[in-house]
């Protein structure tokens, strides 16, 4: 691993240090992780966060599972479920952790031998993050320019939802690739930021990461966007995803499935980008099955932010009366997407595109 550009890195013990996602944009902190528990921890309480990312947790956290029972099988494997039912929603969670079992349990090893493993293991999922990422950037900017040459446009509008960046996935994002992508190739890029209410990832991580890259960006409250469509300012909408179902059907932050109507009613491309590690190839139908968190009511009830002296407070918004309710994400039927973007290239959001490209993999 390179060192502190990325979400996450080790230290000099192989302990895991993290960005703390809690907390941007208004402090940069980071946390150690030494433990499996403090794995499940940092995924359970949004420490850590993005598909990808938590993919990438989860497979440190296999190994520093194995560290901490110096690799006693059954010890370790009810860790690794532990780690493993963190998070419901985002399939690299689940993907991460039987890659390392298996291997785990077919490499006959144990003891500091098995550690060594696992950490070598943990590693190459993370840099194969970092490929695939650099090939959704390559093959969306294609995209970005081809659009913007069919329609003569001199500056390009893109809408995103979420934070689907370097915070998400190593080591440029998903969504956010492309963009990346598209500004080192001198293309004038806009981005609309939605702000991804309860949590705020898009105000609070795609705006701080855009920022960061000196990207042009605006961010908008999340009803906006439909506006935006009809009134021709938005000329792609693109979002990462947190599981795609064998069908095409795409689970990605709560309110991904509004901008996608707005953008079908509007003849807006809508494009979801995702790694192959977050193809759910054995759930046939996403709207019907894919499983959605519920997270506390108090996301809702309570919003972050800086008081006018520059102090970061929480506040209450609304009535102590009521009640609410805390969907994390909503599944996007594949009717409603244009394409796939892949690092394997731009695929159809149906089944027998996703098996044509994917059939090694199924
Ligand atoms: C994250 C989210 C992101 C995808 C993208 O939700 O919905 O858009 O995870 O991930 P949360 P990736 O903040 O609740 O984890 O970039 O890895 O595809």
Redesign the pocket.
């Known amino acids: 691993m390179q060192g502190k550009y990325r979400a996450l890195w080790l230290d000099d013990d192989k302990n895991l240090v993290v960005l703390d ?1 809690r907390v941007l944009p208004f402090e940069e902190k980071i946390v150690v992780l030494t433990t499996a528990q403090d794995s499940v921890e940092a995924i359970k309480n ?1 420490t850590v ?7 990438n947790v989860a497979g440190f956290g296999v190994y520093l599972a194995c560290r901490q029972t110096n690799g006693v099988m059954n010890e370790l494997a009810i860790l690794a479920e532990e780690i493993r039912e963190s ?1 419901p ?2 399939v ?1 969670l689940m993907w991460a952790v039987d890659r390392m079992m298996n291997l785990a349990m077919n490499s006959k090893l144990y003891g500091q031998e098995l550690t060594d493993l696992l950490l070598e293991e943990a590693i190459k999922i993370t840099d194969e ?1 970092c490929v695939r ?1 650099e090939k959704i950037a390559e093959y969306g900017a294609d995209i970005i320019e081809e659009i913007m040459l069919s329609r003569g446009l001199d500056k390009f509008n893109v809408l995103t ?5 370097w915070l ?2 190593v080591d440029s ?4 690739a492309p963009i990346y992508e598209a500004k080192k190739r001198g293309i004038d890029i806009h981005v609309w930021v939605d702000e ?1 209410r309860p ?1 705020n ?1 898009g105000a609070n ?1 795609t705006a701080w990461e855009l920022n960061k890259a000196g990207i042009d960006h605006t961010v908008i409250a999340d009803n906006t966007g439909g506006h935006l469509m009809q009134h021709h300012m938005v000329d792609m909408v693109i ?4 599981r795609v179902a064998r069908n095409g059907d795409s ?3 709560i309110g ?1 499935y509004l901008k996608a109507l707005s953008a079908k009613d509007n003849g807006i491309p809508f494009y979801i ?3 192959a590690s ?1 193809f759910d190839f054995n759930t046939l139908d996403g709207v019907q099955d894919i499983p959605i ?1 519920i ?1 506390s009511e108090n996301e809702v009830k309570y919003m972050r932010g800086l008081d006018k002296d520059g102090n970061v407070q929480e506040f209450q918004i609304i009535p102590s009366e009521s009640s609410a309710l805390n969907y ?2 909503d599944v996007t039927p594949s009717w409603l997407i244009t394409g796939l973007l892949t690092e394997r290239g731009l695929c159809d959001a149906s089944t027998e595109s996703i098996t044509e490209m994917f059939k090694d993999l199924i």
């Open positions: 996602q949004m966060r993005g598909a990808g990312v938590i993919g998070r929603t985002a690299n993050d990422s939802h979420c934070n689907a960046g998400a996935i994002g998903t969504a956010l991804t949590r990832q991580l979002t990462g995803a947190d689970a990605n932050k991904t980008a995702l790694p977050t968190e997270r994390g994400f």
